[in-house]
Each structure stands twice: as structure tokens, then as C-alpha cells.
Nanobody
Framework: QVVLVESGGGLVQAGDSLRLSCAAS????????MGWFRQAPGKEREFVAG???????????YYADSVKGRFTISRDNAKNTLYLQMNSLKPEDTAVYYC????????????????WGQGTQVTVSS
């Protein structure tokens, strides 16, 4: 199995920046994709950003239109850690953010992923 542990969430003001981290452990050699999803109160979980490559080598990134230009997904292969750098945060970014990993090539659908983190709360005040 793969275990994902997230950190970095918190309360920030509109326009601020925040970086989320996701540490992966276990059988990470099977991982081909990793991504971030979020779920706001009363809404469905939505795709935020994904990265695809061979094992821990990322060769392609994809972003939701709502975060493109503001968020950046990356990973440190040596540390087995995925990051989400969030800049110019808006109140509508408020949600629980989830880290995910999978063995498939798809990036933007929940069904593409096999492993999920516990979620971390991000709250952006006006």
C-alpha cells in the first residue's frame, strides 16, 4: 500500500500564499500519477492539479481552469513529497484539500487514483 500524509493547511487572508505538502511512503515505485483535489462545503470534490510521469519522475502537469496561473504542482523525488504552491488565494479556494496517487495515466478524475490522504483544511478569509 501507499500512505499519504498531508500538511501545510491553515487560515490565510485573500491574496496570500500557502504551500501544501504530501509525504508518500510504502510501495511508491508503482505510482505513476499524483494530484490534488479539493472539496468545499456543500459541493462535490473537484480536481485541482495533477502530475504524471514514470514512478516519481513527473513529465506532464495539468491544472483546473480555476487555479491555472495561481497554483503550481511539483514533487521532490528524493523526499517522496508532493507539493502544491498556492498563490493569490481567494475566498472561493476555501476547501479541504486532498492528496492522491495512482498507477493509471489519467489525471483529472477521482476514479484515476488509488490512494488518498486524510485531507487538510485551507481557509481563505476576505
Amino acid at each position: 500500500q501507499v500512505v499519504l500524509v498531508e500538511s501545510g493547511g491553515g487560515l490565510v487572508q485573500a491574496g496570500d500564499s500557502l504551500r501544501l505538502s504530501c509525504a508518500a511512503s510504502g510501495r511508491t515505485y508503482n505510482i505513476y500519477i499524483m494530484g490534488w483535489f479539493r472539496q468545499a462545503p456543500g459541493k462535490e470534490r473537484e480536481f485541482v492539479a495533477g502530475i504524471r510521469g514514470i514512478r516519481w519522475s513527473g513529465g506532464y502537469t495539468y491544472y483546473a481552469d480555476s487555479v491555472k496561473g495561481r497554483f503550481t504542482i511539483s514533487r521532490d523525488n528524493a523526499k517522496n513529497t508532493l507539493y502544491l504552491q498556492m498563490n493569490s488565494l481567494k475566498p472561493e479556494d476555501t476547501a479541504v484539500y486532498y492528496c492522491a496517487a495512482g498507477v493509471r495515466a489519467g489525471l483529472s478524475s477521482d476514479s484515476d487514483y488509488d490512494y488518498w490522504g486524510q485531507g487538510t483544511q485551507v481557509t481563505v478569509s476576505s
